[in-house]
Each structure stands twice: as C-alpha cells, then as structure tokens.
C-alpha cells in the first residue's frame, strides 16, 4: 500500500515530558511536512524538508525538532512538551520534482498534554 | 508572509444545491493554489489545483476559478450529497520557498 502512515495515532502524556512521533512515505515523494492542527481545524507548517535538507521551518518553539533519516522518513521530537502543545500533528508529502505539486496527507496523532 | 482568507465559515445546505466557497490570498508571488477536503474522522484529501498562468479548472462536480488581478479563487460544488459534507480548505504556495499556508476552511454540511 501506498500512502503516508504515522504512528502513533493517538498520545498522552504530562507537561514537561519528551514525546516523538513517527511518519513515513511510500509514495516515492521527495518532500514531506509537518504541519499542526489545533481544535479549530487552523492548519499551520512548521516544517518541510526536502531531500533531506530542511526548506521551511516557521517560527515554533525550539523544543519543537524535525529529523530526517532519508527521503521517506520525518519524524518530529517534542522535548518538555507544554499544554498548549496539545493539537493533531499531520505528516504530508509531495512530489517537489514535478514543480508544484499536491500534497498527501497522514491519518496524524493526537496530542493531548495534561 | 502570506495569508489566506477563506469565505464563508460554514455552510448547510439541502441535497442538490449548489455551493460556492470564496478564498482569497495577499502575496503576489503565489503560485499554486490546492484545494483539499477533511471528512469528519478522515485525512486531508486533495480535491483540485490550479496555477497562477490559469483561470479555470473543472473536474466532475467541482469548477475552480482564478482571478490573479484580484487575488481571489471561488470553489463551485454542484449537485451537492451528503458525501460532500467536509471542512473545505483552501492554500496558497508562494513561488520559490515551496511553504503552503492553509485557509481556516468551511464547514459543508449537506442535509438528505
């Protein structure tokens, strides 16, 4: 199957704590984003790599850290998560190759901080 | 940076009508603009595209209209079904830095 999966779908967790979350790509896509969610459906990017190389990185909170292991991989690290970190995280990718392009879009996880 | 105004909010309509969904955007310098659609509980799922060098693209029940002058796209849905009860959502991709900036969306509900 074909498409963009994260893990895990769902977590919680307290203040303070460090949380990672998991994305990955099967479309042969060359960039991939992440992008947050919050209660009110607002979609904001924080990140897009491309490559591999880090081509967007909006203005967030520095405990906030993307990782990039190879083209079909993104992950997003949380270090002392805050309760305003509470929020659905969406992994996407796109073909960048091609000019523009649509992006596909992970399940994404729920993020709730106590 | 740019940013994307989407118009209205929300929507609730009966089986059949027809809708029209405004957006409009403030940076010159964008370039593409990708519609998607979230079902409630479902992923984000592309629904339609057009490029600045454009002015109207159809698909199906779905017309997108462009006007770079004013900086304004309007979605038209036609023969609206239950099916196509989402939040809309609009974006804009500036030319050279590839960064998509997404409308607040509009709710449809469409009503058997």
Redesign the interface.
Known sequence: ETAVFQTPNYHVTQVGNEVSFNCKQTLGHDTMYWYKQDSKKLLKIMFSYNNKQLIVNETVPRRFSPQSSDKAHLNLRIKSVEPEDSAVYLCASSLRDRGYAEQFFGPGTRLTVL | GEQVEQLPSSLIVQEGASVLINCSYTDSAS??F?W?K?EPG?????II?I?SNMERKQTQRLTLLFDKKTKHLSLHITATQPGDSA?Y?CSA?SGG??????G??TSLVVHP
């Open positions: 370039v593409y990708p998607y979230q479902k992923r984000l799922q592309f595209d490029r939040i959502f991709t830095n590839y960064k998509p900036t997404f607040k969306g």
